[in-house]
T-cell receptor
Framework: EAQVTQNPRYLITVTGKKLTVTCSQN?????MSWYRQDPGLGLRQIYY???????DKGDVPEGYKVSRKEKRNFPLILESPSPNQTSLYFC?????????????FGPGTRLTVT | SQELEQSPQSLIVQEGKNLTINCTSS?????LYWYKQKYGEGLIFLMM?????EEKSHEKITAKLDEKKQQSSLHITASQPSHAGIYLC???????????FGQGTELSVKP
């Protein structure tokens, strides 16, 4: 089944404790992206990647890191999480011949930082 | 301020009624797309518009992009409870991979 998977789905952590949210897709898509969704602020792009070893900043990259060493994986790293990073996070992927538009979204990761 | 403004923010309609959601930008859009989200879940792609004046339909949902490529509308005909959810418009402002989304319109359909 074609899908984007994220792990974990739920995470409660403490300020400053490094964490990684994994994202994997099995569709051989070139484009991958991370978003956070917050009430009243909508969906905002954190980082995106057009292909392996190519990443770029979205609208809200501060406090996050990403890497794209393999085509299928695009982990999101929070080196020192803070409470303002409490949010619902989505990973998405898209085949490049369709541009970044027709994205397939993962189920989301609900992160709480205390 | 939001670069993509959606209106209304929420909408409650009776089953069978038509409705329209608008998405407006102050800048020319290179691509405009619509997604639907069920509460707390990932987004589902509905359709994409790229050319001024373009119109696309999928089942009972029609989306249009105006000639200036700064405004799009999503129209649902004869709404059903299955149409309930959050509708988001998104756009590519620079023909790259950087994308922005509107705040979403929450639609409820009463049986």
């Amino acid at each position: 089944e074609a899908q984007v998977t994220q792990n974990p789905r739920y995470l409660i952590t403490v300020t400053g404790k490094k964490l990684t949210v994994t994202c994997s897709q099995n569709m051989n898509h070139e484009y991958m992206s991370w978003y956070r969704q917050d009430p009243g602020l909508g969906l905002r792009q954190i980082y995106y990647s057009m292909n392996v070893e190519v990443t770029d900043k979205g609208d809200v990259p501060e406090g996050y890191k990403v890497s794209r060493k393999e085509k299928r994986n695009f982990p999101l790293i929070l080196e020192s999480p803070s409470p303002n990073q409490t949010s619902l996070y989505f990973c998405a992927s898209s085949p490049w011949d369709r541009g970044p538009y027709e994205q397939y979204f993962g189920p989301g990761t609900r992160l709480t930082v205390t | 301020s939001q670069e993509l403004e959606q209106s209304p923010q929420s909408l409650i309609v009776q089953e069978g009624k038509n409705l329209t959601i608008n998405c407006t930008s102050s800048k020319t859009l290179y691509g405009l797309y619509w997604y639907k989200q069920k509460y707390g879940e990932g987004l589902i792609f509905l359709m994409m518009l790229q050319k001024g004046g373009e119109e696309k339909s999928h089942e009972k949902i029609t989306a249009k992009l105006d000639e200036k490529k700064q405004q799009s509308s999503l129209h649902i005909t004869a709404s059903q409870p299955s149409h309930a959810g959050i509708y988001l418009c998104g756009a590519d402002l620079d023909q790259g991979g950087k994308l922005i989304f509107g705040q979403g319109t929450e639609l409820s359909v009463k049986p």
